[in-house]
């Protein structure tokens, strides 16, 4: 959802590290994005290739990284993946989880020159 | 566009805003804003930032020479804030006549500090060349590097500028100088050969490595929704310290959700005060309504967003002011996918459904559901006329949402509304009491009335993100880096091993310590190139932030614990 503000949040973010950096070229820039998180990975490469035309980090090379989606299981006492919000339980197969990680997206980090 | 949503060209209304300058900015806030230019050059000036609510800020830009430039910014903006300013200067550099010379400045600002920040650019290029009228044009540059040009440079700069970054880079100031002259100011060459001196160290990474272009990483680790949520943080704590009860009710156009709130304002009326905050792509029609049952309402219209955002909610708070110990009902725009990502500083979440919906809804939008505390199932009177399964419904909302409390509902004959009332007295009641509490240990009384504050300079967490540690007035720095060190995380750590904890879910990004070490060890890091980040404005909240973070989180699994233990669900 929303891949275009997305991506220009990431610019800011990419713009501000590597200026305040002496950067002249950002050269990558590897995204986490949890596989719970409310964004889709091609709309989101896709985004990052238009919003940062004429940026420091024109043509640079993106990087994402998928994490798993992260959740208590209640029942069994444990941190289980999940691929969907909805999902049961890979072990037990309650529903009675908690979602702990992989429901965000963050800028890990930059390659810059 | 909408910088949160990246819907078309926001022009985002929040009504009753006196203006002596109505501006709409990218970012789709509208502020107030006293702008005094006095200068002659071309001065392109675009400001994008979420403001403060109420506040009136000043430029003022004197401007004795050709180039002379001082910015006094005693505010707060919570967003990045880009000044383009493009100069056409009298800039002689006389190896060619009457040279004009578009010198473009791109500040990137990550303003999330109340300090002012006069910007006094030593501007060393103009020092520099005045020592040096050489015939080999051999001249030293800030950041150590000298080389040779054969040209001649009887420089008259009118160049006072005055702007001190404290930024490391390597060249003493985040300029980008598109000069006519040959004359490269990213300086990571060695010298000319045959100068005498052949200087390496003037790369960003200090050192050179054969073969290789000085080429590094920069850790980040910044959230892409860290700006909205540093402002709704900033609204719950706001909310917090003035007692107030915050709702966000969410749902589908047509759900009946304006209908559920006049009547709850209808029936809370002297019992509790409560106020609205509308959201609409347009119209106010719902403020309207709200207002005609006496409630104080504010109307925010989205033009094309689809959803609120704290930063929209920060100005209505400013706006709205809603009294101590109240009730304050957010309606989002109608809409079961985006309003769900985006925090607004609310205490819950309520997701309205009705039964004209579907029972299938809440697999349709899980994330909707998930980030709901309860869900009011309305128009319950219409029941006898559909093939409605109720039983299904709840199954499947406690399925996407295990501790999701479900309260039957009729706006129209007023059927379980006692239920929802009550649920709301329960809040407000908590809020009541954790004020009083507050109040009692003013641990951020500073807090107390920010976004109505004009002067930020006394907030101690401001001062301290700025981007420039050396400065004086960031006395409060050393702070942060307490929080960033071993007592937070030994909470953290414990905070797991507590016995009514005992089946807290931890968070993945938390039990990998590496990350933490990295945060936690930052601060003391001698490295210039790296230890301005850990202080700039972006990653010097990450720690306290998770930590309010895992406080709220723990909270929340603490009722929900609560609740599954002795599930209250009122039919």
Not at chain 1, 58 to 81: H, K
Not at chain 2, 511 to 538: F, I
């Amino acid at each position: 959802m929303h891949e275009m503000s997305l991506a220009e949040s990431v610019r800011e973010i990419v713009d501000e590290t590597a200026r305040a950096n002496g950067a002249v070229r950002v050269a990558a820039v590897r995204l986490e994005i949890g596989r719970l998180a409310q964004v889709e990975i091609d709309a989101m490469k896709f985004a990052f290739d238009v919003v940062m035309r004429g940026s420091l980090a024109d043509s640079a090379r993106l990087e994402i990284v998928e994490c798993d989606g992260a959740a208590w299981c209640m029942r069994c006492s444990q941190t289980v993946l999940i691929a969907r919000r909805g999902d049961a339980c890979p072990e037990c197969d309650s529903h009675q989880l908690q979602v702990t990680g992989g429901d965000r997206m963050r800028v890990m980090e930059i390659e810059i020159e | 566009m909408c910088m949160t949503c990246g819907c078309g060209n926001a022009e985002v209304h929040v009504e009753g805003a006196e203006h002596k300058h109505t501006h709409t900015h990218a970012d789709g806030t509208t502020h107030s804003h006293a702008h005094g230019h006095a200068h002659e050059p071309a001065h392109e000036h675009a400001h994008g930032h979420a403001q403060e609510p109420a506040r009136e800020h000043a430029h003022a830009y004197a401007q004795e020479s050709a180039h002379d430039h001082a910015h006094e910014h005693g505010h707060e903006h919570a967003l990045e804030h880009a000044h383009e300013h493009g100069h056409v200067l009298a800039h002689e550099h006389g190896h060619e006549p009457a040279q004009e010379h578009a010198h473009e400045h791109a500040h990137e600002h990550a303003h999330e500090h109340a300090h002012e920040h006069a910007h006094e650019h030593a501007h060393e290029h103009a020092r520099d060349h005045s020592q040096h009228p050489d015939a080999t044009g051999m001249h030293t540059h800030a950041d150590g590097t000298t080389h040779a040009r054969p040209h001649q440079h009887p420089h008259e700069h009118p160049h006072e500028h005055p702007h001190e970054h404290a930024h490391e880079h390597a060249h003493e100031h985040a300029h980008e100088h598109a000069h006519e002259h040959a004359h490269e100011h990213a300086h990571e060459h060695a010298q000319e050969p045959g100068a005498g001196a052949l200087h390496y160290g003037s790369g960003a990474a200090g050192t050179s490595a054969p073969g290789m272009t000085q080429a590094r990483l920069v850790l980040i680790e910044r959230d892409i929704l860290g700006k909205n949520d540093a402002i709704a943080r900033r609204n719950r704590a706001w909310l917090s310290c003035n007692g107030v009860f915050a709702l966000n009710l969410v749902s589908s156009p047509g759900s009946g959700k304006t209908t559920l709130l006049v009547r709850t304002i209808e029936h809370l009326a002297g019992k509790l005060p409560v106020a609205v905050i509308e959201g609409d792509q347009q119209t106010t029609f719902d403020a309207d309504r709200i207002r005609a049952t006496g409630a104080p309402a504010l109307q925010i219209n989205t033009g094309k967003g689809c959803h609120l955002d704290a930063a929209m909610v920060e100005t209505a708070l400013g706006r709205l002011a809603p009294a101590a110990d109240s009730v304050l009902m957010i309606e989002n725009v109608g809409n079961l996918v985006c309003p769900a990502g985006f925090d607004l500083g609310e205490a819950h979440k309520v997701v309205v459904l009705s039964v004209t919906e579907g029972e299938d809804k809440p697999l349709k939008y899980p994330d909707m559901f998930h980030a709901a505390s309860l869900m009011l199932l309305n128009k319950v009177d219409l029941l006898p006329h559909l093939s409605f399964d109720v039983e299904r419904c709840v199954a499947n909302a406690r399925r996407i949402n295990p501790g999701l409390e479900i309260v039957q509902v009729s706006a129209t004959t007023g059927a379980g509304m006692d239920a929802w009332l009550a649920w709301i007295e329960r809040g407000a009641g908590a809020a009541r009491r954790q004020r009083a509490a507050k109040a009692q240990t003013p641990q951020r009384a500073d807090l107390a009335a920010a976004p109505q504050r004009a002067d930020l300079a006394a907030a101690p967490q401001r001062a301290d993100l700025a981007a420039a540690p050396q400065r004086a007035d960031l006395a409060a720095a050393p702070q942060r880096a307490d929080l960033a060190t071993a007592p937070q995380r030994a909470d953290l750590a414990a905070a797991p091993q507590r016995a009514d904890l005992a089946s807290a879910p931890q968070r993945t990004e938390f039990a990998t310590a590496p990350q933490r070490t990295a945060l936690a060890a930052a601060p003391q890091r001698a490295d210039p190139a790296t230890a301005p980040q850990r202080a700039d404005p972006a990653t010097a909240p990450q720690a306290p932030d998770d930590v309010a973070e895992l406080q709220r989180r723990v909270a929340e699994l603490e009722a929900q614990l609560a609740r599954l233990v002795s599930p209250r669900v009122v039919h």
